[in-house]
C-alpha cells in the first residue's frame, strides 16, 4: 500500500514539473519576439530585422539611462556573440520623439522570463547596468523589470 501511494506521488510529481516546465515555455514564447540586430544606433538604440514579419524596427532598450562608453559596449557585445535577440514589450510599446519601440532586449531565450537570475544574465538592458553602463531609469509607464533592475545597480556598486 505505502509503495501503490509513493508511485502515485512519483507520478503526480513528474507531471506537475513537467506541466510548469510547459507552461514556462509557452510564456517565454509568447512574450519574447525573435530579430537579428543589423545596426548599434547609440547606447540605448539598435536596429533590428523581424525575420518572421519582413521588416526593419528601430529598438530603444527600456529602464536604462546609457552612459558614455554603451555604445561601443553593445556593438562589442554583438560582434563577439552574434546578433541574434529576442524582444519583450511592456506596457508602452512606443516612446520618444521618433517613435522607437520599446523594448527588454534579451540576448538568449531565458528559460524562465521572470526570474532575477535569467534578467542578470540573459537581458542586455541589465547586463548593461551591471557592467556600468547603464543607470536604471524608469520610463514610459514601462516598470516590468524597475526592481530587478534597481537591484542588479544596488548590488553592483552600492555595497561595497
Known amino acids: ?26 510564456a517565454v514564447n509568447a512574450a ?6 543589423t545596426e548599434v544606433l547609440n547606447g540605448n538604440t539598435i536596429k533590428v530585422w523581424m525575420d518572421k514579419e519582413g521588416y526593419e524596427e528601430t529598438v530603444q ?6 552612459k558614455n ?10 560582434e563577439e556573440n ?4 529576442y524582444l519583450q514589450s511592456d506596457k508602452n510599446d512606443v516612446g520618444g520623439k521618433k517613435h522607437k519601440k520599446l523594448r527588454y ?15 542578470r544574465y540573459s537581458m542586455l538592458n541589465a547586463m548593461m547596468i551591471e557592467d ?18 534597481q537591484n542588479i545597480y544596488e548590488q553592483a556598486f552600492c555595497d561595497e
Open 1 to 26: 500500500m505505502i509503495k501503490r501511494v509513493f508511485k502515485i506521488i512519483l507520478i503526480a510529481s513528474a507531471i506537475i514539473l513537467f506541466l510548469d516546465t510547459m507552461q514556462n515555455k509557452l
Open 32 to 37: 519574447l519576439r525573435e530579430a537579428k540586430v
Open 61 to 66: 532598450l527600456i529602464g536604462i539611462d546609457p
Open 69 to 78: 562608453g554603451a555604445q561601443e559596449y553593445v556593438h562589442s557585445y554583438f
Open 82 to 85: 552574434g546578433n541574434t535577440v
Open 105 to 119: 532586449v534579451w540576448v538568449e531565450k531565458p528559460k524562465k522570463i521572470n526570474s532575477m537570475m535569467s534578467v
Open 132 to 149: 556600468g553602463y547603464a543607470t536604471p531609469k524608469e520610463e514610459y509607464g514601462n516598470v516590468k523589470y524597475q526592481e530587478d533592475f
